[in-house]
């Protein structure tokens, strides 16, 4: 194939550390080894996230969501976008690129405007519902839409009868992999080696559901299983997570770990015997369900959501979302049968890899996206 121009049009790529801007990052590096030439777009900020390796990166100025008028909080992410393309669209417009990826439907009026001038192909992949008025009349004008996940395409179809190509997201399979027990972190917590630990990482919100998980492990103690719960991250919920584990009254059962950079996140991992992600949201996609497995941990989730499509049979086990006897009654299968624990992660290792690795997710993208004529940077 022949190489494309390709721009990566995201204001908080670089401002910000989270899936959607992971995404962003490693798509652009598997797409550059695969030969083409890709420029990430992203607001005047830190280069939070995976750093720029071999991608060219843009950032211009952009005006806070928050200094608008408090009419909603589409209409406020609507002229934060538009602020930072009236820097970025010059640009945008000027190098002429083949390809024009978004990340939010914010973006396509600006993105849209790029294309009628230079020819380029406009590509929008959801990782979510930003819904609002006008949705259906945007993206009935691109090029692509995608979806990071089955459920979240029909999401899209009923919201405004569009149904999208279904683009998973992607693990770096090499950082997340199996790896011995971290000496450091068994330190950092006064943990054992092969001590029947819990793993959940993530937002500390109420959608998260944490607060399930953590009395699901205080159950399983009073059953027998000195469970350990590691939880990793940081937010709004956490100091009332962390009142919990006090009156749950066993300080030792619960260990709140903070914020901890992605690449950091398989040190953590690798003293788990179990992730846990009892979520009471329908997450999109579910990319730290993904990323445990990717570390051959197996996994009790909620069965909401993308989830489902991250974990297949004998790879982990679903639960319904808050219903604590559930959670415990799979966390004790995995817990209490070491050789079964173990089957499971391997399985889920490999499928991850095999679905998920970002190769493949670039390769899926090639094929779907730049396929055919090139555009304008030919």
């Not at 992203?42 to 928050?66: F, I, M, Q, W």
């Not at 937010?235 to 009332?240: F, H, L």
């Not at 950079?261 to 369900?289: C, Q, W």
């Amino acid at each position: 194939m022949n190489p494309r121009r390709i721009a990566l049009y995201n204001l908080t790529t670089t401002v910000k550390a989270g899936g959607l801007e992971t995404f962003n990052w490693e798509l652009g590096r598997a797409l550059a080894a695969r030969g083409h030439e890709v420029h990430i777009y992203g607001g005047e900020g830190p280069l939070a996230g995976s750093g720029p390796g071999s991608v060219e990166v843009y950032t211009y100025p952009y005006t806070d969501r928050s200094r608008f008028p408090d009419l909603g909080t589409r209409f406020r992410r609507f002229l934060e976008r538009l602020s930072f393309a009236r820097h970025a669209l010059p640009d945008l417009i000027r190098k002429r690129y083949d390809v024009i990826v978004l990340s939010k439907p914010y973006d396509i009026p600006a993105a849209l405007v790029a294309a009628r001038r230079t020819g380029a192909k406009v590509v929008y992949d959801s990782g979510g519902t930003d819904f609002f008025p006008g949705y259906g009349f945007l993206v009935r004008r691109l090029d692509f839409l995608l979806a990071c996940s089955a459920f979240n395409a029909e999401q899209i179809r009923r919201y405004c009868g569009e149904t999208p190509r279904v683009l998973w997201n992607g693990v770096d399979t090499e950082r997340f992999r199996p790896s011995p027990p971290s000496d450091r972190i068994l330190r950092r917590f006064g943990l054992s080696e092969g001590e029947p630990v819990v793993v959940t990482t993530g937002r500390l919100v109420g959608l998260k559901g944490v607060r399930h998980g953590m009395l699901a492990v205080a159950r399983l103690r009073r059953e027998g299983i000195p469970a350990r719960h590691l939880i990793v991250g940081d937010g709004d919920e956490r100091g009332r997570l962390e009142a919990l584990a006090r009156e749950l009254g066993d300080g030792g059962a619960f260990l709140f770990a903070g914020e901890v950079r992605n690449a950091d996140l398989p040190e953590y991992y690798s003293v788990a015997r179990a992730g846990l992600f009892p979520t009471v949201g329908e997450e999109a996609f579910g990319i730290a369900v993904a990323e445990v497995m990717a570390c051959g941990v197996p996994v009790v989730a909620s069965r909401v959501g993308g989830i489902p499509e991250v974990i297949l049979e004998g790879e982990g086990l679903l639960v319904p979302p808050r219903d604590e006897g559930a959670i415990t009654g799979a966390l004790q299968a995995i817990l209490s049968d070491p050789a079964k624990g173990r089957e499971m992660g391997e399985k889920a290792r490999v499928s991850v890899h095999e679905r998920f690795a970002w190769k493949t997710v670039a390769e899926r993208f090639e094929e779907w996206v730049l396929s055919g004529p090139a555009g304008p940077a030919s």
